[in-house]
């Protein structure tokens, strides 16, 4: 019998964008944190309760708990009461734009914490392009665009389960 080809379900889509946004962790050395067999020198240590099984990014690209430096929080910051995942800030002097990645969760309900990223976007020249009701398996995801949508693109997805909101927000911005 063929196996049966399956389109991805909402978590491993988020779990694959949460893996983009910490893409740019390095070791403290400033070159990639090494991973998988490369990583393993001996039988690994049981994490403490409190340890981070994400890589800990050492760069001022990306940050894990927190939001990276060169972040724009001024165009977009966490809603209230909200756990920042992992964020990330990657400015490229070529094209002055800066490429951004905010993972969080929030006890507030989706349409709550859309509207609270929606606010400060729209409040910053952003118009809201796209937006989803669920189709895609998420609770709500939406596209931003800034100017004509060329270079200042965000989207965000927002994924419901057990109570929490997982928020994902990536994109270019220009600084």
Do not use: H, Y
């Not at 927190?66 to 400015?91: C, M, N, T, Y």
């Not at 109570?163 to 220009?174: E, I, K």
């Amino acid at each position: 019998m063929a196996p049966v080809l399956r389109r991805p379900t909402a978590a491993a889509l988020l779990l694959a964008l949460v893996a983009v946004g910490a893409a740019g962790c390095t070791d403290g050395d400033g070159g990639p944190a090494p991973t998988g067999s490369a990583a393993a020198t001996g039988p690994a240590a049981a994490p403490s309760p409190t340890e981070s099984l994400l890589p800990s990014p050492t760069t001022t690209g990306s940050s894990v708990g927190d939001l990276a430096p060169g972040f724009p929080s001024d165009l977009v910051s966490p809603p209230e009461g909200s756990d920042i995942l992992v964020s990330s800030a990657e400015p490229d002097a070529a094209t002055g734009l800066t490429t951004i990645s905010l993972n969080l969760r929030s006890p507030l309900a989706t349409d709550q914490l859309v509207q609270a990223v929606r606010d400060q976007l729209v409040a910053a020249g952003f118009a809201e392009t796209v937006v989803d009701p669920g189709a895609t398996g998420l609770a709500a995801s939406s596209t931003f665009v800034r100017g004509d949508g060329a270079a200042e693109l965000l989207t965000l997805g927002v994924l419901d389960r057990d109570g929490l909101r997982t928020l994902t927000l990536g994109g270019t911005v220009r600084l």
